[in-house]
């Protein structure tokens, strides 16, 4: 149903690498997407994947400061400079290195960066960007009509897919494993079931709404798209909600009183009215469908 769909998505869906040396020492890589919305760069994608970026800066700047003010310390009473360390402790999962692949090798970097956390949408432009032959840019939804529950969506990301880093302590540099890329891109369909409705908008104030569809999204899904079997683009994939079904069954090797809370796993992501109004506020320039 969606294989069409899927060639024309895979197109503008983009990996968010994110590669972390911590001060223990310890290396990861966190996966992400994002949607290029047009050849001059433009993306659009979740504001808590933006929001990533900024903790490790925070992170990075406190573990420096507190490195410089320990060297500072200098030869001071040794009881008066453990009361001064003790103020001065740094969180091994502070970073001392970490970088952000945008699925282009050189120089880009994330600039002009628009935030709507109320609806956990970001857009920004990245610099350095150079748009492939022959690539296509999204349709997005044209949000007036045509939103009918029961509609077969498909959201796509990076989830279960593992990257260990490498780094470079002399250059300074994180290197991806060969086999670890590209990462795979992985579909998941659901039908769409609702609208949330945080804030319905008005005077001139953007609407605040969420699509929801019947499968969750998963982890390295954030900021991928949500995309209708003409590969049209409906939302930008958010987050997962877990309903509470209300019957809790006991398990078969469970301990006494032991109950099973039973959950139906959802996925949200940004409405089309919102997701297009955000667009349209920041400038960018992207296309809407016919229906």
């Not at 609806?119 to 296509?136: C, I, K």
């Not at 969506?153 to 780094?167: I, K, S, V």
């Not at 390295?220 to 939302?235: E, M, N, R």
């Not at 469970?254 to 099973?260: D, L, M």
């Amino acid at each position: 149903m969606f294989a069409d769909a899927y060639k024309i998505a895979r197109d503008f869906t983009a990996p968010l690498v994110t590669s972390v040396l911590r001060h223990d020492g310890s290396l990861s890589a966190t996966l992400a997407a994002f949607v290029v919305v047009n050849p001059d760069g433009w993306i659009v994608t979740a504001n808590h994947v933006v929001n990533g970026l900024a903790s490790l800066i925070a992170a990075k700047k406190a573990r420096d400061e507190r490195l410089a003010a320990l060297s500072e310390l200098g030869d001071i009473p040794n009881k008066l400079r453990k009361k001064r360390e003790r103020k001065l402790v740094i969180d091994p999962e502070w970073p001392e290195d970490w970088s952000a692949w945008w699925g282009r090798d050189g120089a880009v970097q994330l600039m002009d960066v628009y935030q709507f956390p109320a609806a956990d949408l970001a857009v920004g432009r990245l610099d350095g960007f150079t748009t492939q032959a022959g690539q296509q840019y999204p349709v997005f939804k044209e949000p007036s009509s045509g939103i009918d529950p029961g509609t077969s969506l498909c959201r796509l990301g990076y989830p279960l897919h593992a990257m260990t880093p490498e780094y470079d302590a002399a250059a300074g540099r994180f290197t991806l494993p060969e086999n670890q890329t590209p990462p795979p891109l992985f579909p998941i369909e659901g039908i769409y079931t609702r609208s949330l409705v945080a804030d319905p908008g008005g005077d001139d104030r953007l609407p605040i709404m969420f699509l929801e569809t019947s499968s969750p999204g998963l982890m390295g899904q954030s900021g991928g798209p949500i995309f209708d079997t003409a590969g049209t683009v409906w939302a930008i994939q958010s987050g997962t909600i877990h309903h509470e079904l209300g019957f809790q069954p006991k398990p078969r090797a469970g301990k006494k009183g032991e109950v099973a809370h039973q959950f139906l796993n959802v996925g949200i992501g940004a409405h089309p009215a919102t997701l297009t109004g955000f667009l349209s506020q920041c400038g960018v320039d992207f296309q809407t469908s016919d229906y």
